[in-house]
């Protein structure tokens, strides 16, 4: 079943005319690991919305509207495209559209805003330039360049150079 639905988002995503014969369904069906059956019931449905679309456009409309209406929409929190999705309930009295969520990461681990000191509690790796002394996370260093030529017997290995002077850096003691 999860193939199908997976395979009924990609058809309905696309909305291209498609001119089948058993044939091609075949090996459609052999391709995705799905039976012959299953993948002529997605394209029957899928060629089903697609009409029913394109029939009550206005249909369709009046729904987004409703659900305009009815949603707390908020830029940037909550938002829905003129051309979002429509799906009709068969077993209820409603229709689900589509709409866009936003998700702060802010707090998570997720969170691409950290402070230098969250960043050491999460473990994140320090470095300090030993010539002009800056540090930061392992993050702000790029990778050194020419490191056999930078690098003697017997030093401290590193990958990172500075950004602010390009000498090499290492991690902070």
Request: with cysteine; aromatic share 8%.
């Amino acid at each position: 079943m999860h193939k199908q639905i997976k395979f009924a988002r990609m058809l309905e995503s696309l909305r291209v005319t498609v001119f089948t014969t058993e044939e091609s369904l075949a090996t459609l069906a052999d391709a995705l690991g799905m039976s012959f059956d299953e993948v002529e019931e997605v394209f029957n449905d899928a060629t089903d919305n697609w009409e029913n679309e394109t029939k009550n456009d206005a249909y369709y409309t009046h729904i987004r509207d409703l659900a305009d209406n009815q949603l707390i929409l908020i830029d940037g929190d909550l938002e829905m495209e003129g051309d979002a999705l429509v799906s009709e309930s068969p077993d209820g009295n409603g229709a689900y559209v589509e709409t866009w969520s936003w998700v702060s990461f802010a707090g998570t681990h997720l969170d691409k805003e950290k402070t230098e000191s969250e960043e050491e509690e999460d473990g994140t790796d320090i470095y300090v330039c030993g010539d002009c002394g800056y540090e930061a996370s392992v993050q702000k260093f790029p990778p050194a360049q020419d490191l056999l030529q930078r690098l003697e017997v017997g030093d401290v290995f590193t990958d990172k150079e500075c950004p602010e002077c390009g000498a090499l850096s290492h991690p902070k003691p």
